[in-house]
Each structure stands twice: as structure tokens, then as C-alpha cells.
């Protein structure tokens, strides 16, 4: 048999060639997948919580010890406690607004789309829930810090600490940059991927035939 013959048979057993797939079996690993995922997302808004109050605490500890830009460091703990709020907020009307979907695989599939679409779009805001508001105290605190040093400091002590407190400005500045950076490469790399994969199996199941046990 010649290539041009055989490449004429496959063409023709082609269309009656088909793979059916194990219903149960992609439901079981589709709700794996979004278990574990919301688990991560769990944990990461828990350490995210944890770690602003505490900084949330410590700026209004030393805020209502000290005497001098007490109101800065207040401000700053308002806004790190604001972040907290947020997330706290957001878990809790997301909870409340969560569609019901029901148990087949196409719900669970959208379910997870779902959740996947609502974390790309926190992380790829994450410049103002997250990043602007301490980054905004931080500035008021060192601002007010620098304009207190410039009416009592004279002399190279005033240069030396004018330097310092830029340097940190510049160091929070390369800091909050570097965690925005991180979260548009965490979209980029897995959430994208996995939202295009969830919608390109939800449209695959929505325009095919009742998936089935496997066979050829």
C-alpha cells in the first residue's frame, strides 16, 4: 500500500474514530483541583491577615507610646488594619454572593472558573487594596518624620539622617514593587493558564455529546 493510501484510510476512519471520557473520574480530579486550590487561597489570606495585624499592632503601640508623629504611625496602623479588613471583607461577600451551583461537572467546572477569575482579578489590583494604602502611610510617617529632623537637626547629623530616611523610602519603594511584580507574574504564569484551561474544558463539554465512560 502506498503513503498516499494509507494517509486516504486514516482520513476515512477519522470521523468514526472517538475517545470517551470518564464522567466521574474528571469530576473527582476537577473537584481535587479546586479543593486544593481553594485551600492555597485559604492559607495565603490567613498569613496575609496574621501578618497585617500584627503590623497593624505594632505601628499603634508605638504610635500611643511616642509623643512625636504619634498620628503618623496611627494612620499607618489604620491603613495596614484596613488591608486586613479588606481581605476579611472579601472572603465574607464572596462566601455570600458565591453562586449555587449544583454537583455535575459542568457546575463544578464553572464553580471553579469562578474562583479562578475572582483571584485574578485581586492580584492584578493588588496595587490598591494592598500596596497604596500602607505605602501611603508610610510616606505620611516618613515625611513627617523628615520635616520634624529639618526644625530641630542642623549640621551633618541633618544630612546623614535625611539619607537614611530616603534610602529607606527608596528600599519600601523596590519592596512594594517587587511584591506587585510577583503577583502579576503569579497571574501570568498559573492563573491565566488555569482559567483559559477551565473555560476551553467548560466550552469542549457544553458544545459535545454526554461524556461517558471511556472507551475507543
Request: aromatic letters at 14%; one cysteine or more; hydrophobic letters at 50%.
Amino acid at each position: 500500500m502506498t503513503f498516499d493510501e494509507l494517509q486516504e484510510t486514516w482520513q476515512s476512519q477519522q470521523s468514526s474514530f472517538k475517545i470517551k471520557i470518564d464522567s466521574d473520574l474528571l469530576l473527582k480530579e476537577i473537584q481535587r483541583n479546586k479543593k486544593h486550590f481553594e485551600y492555597t487561597v485559604l492559607w495565603r489570606d490567613l498569613r496575609e491577615i496574621v501578618a497585617g495585624l500584627a503590623v497593624a499592632i505594632f505601628f499603634l503601640y508605638y504610635g500611643l507610646k511616642s509623643d512625636a508623629c504619634a498620628w503618623a504611625l496611627l494612620l499607618l496602623a489604620f491603613l495596614c488594619a484596613g488591608v486586613v479588613v479588606f481581605l476579611i471583607a472579601d472572603r465574607l461577600v464572596q462566601k455570600k454572593k458565591k453562586p449555587r451551583f449544583g454537583d455535575s461537572l459542568v457546575d463544578c467546572i464553572q464553580s471553579s472558573l469562578a474562583n479562578v477569575e475572582h483571584q485574578v482579578w485581586l492580584l492584578k489590583n493588588v496595587l490598591w487594596w494592598y500596596l497604596l494604602p500602607p505605602g501611603i502611610g508610610i510616606v505620611i510617617f516618613v515625611g513627617s518624620v523628615m520635616l520634624k529632623i529639618i526644625q530641630n537637626v542642623r549640621g551633618k547629623g541633618l544630612v546623614d539622617i535625611l539619607l537614611f530616611l530616603f534610602a529607606y523610602l527608596v528600599g519600601s519603594f523596590l519592596l512594594f514593587w517587587g511584591v506587585y511584580y510577583l503577583n502579576q507574574w503569579a497571574v501570568r504564569k498559573y492563573l491565566i493558564p488555569r482559567k483559559e484551561e477551565l473555560e476551553h474544558l467548560l466550552h469542549g463539554l457544553e458544545n459535545s455529546p454526554t461524556v461517558t465512560t471511556a472507551e475507543m
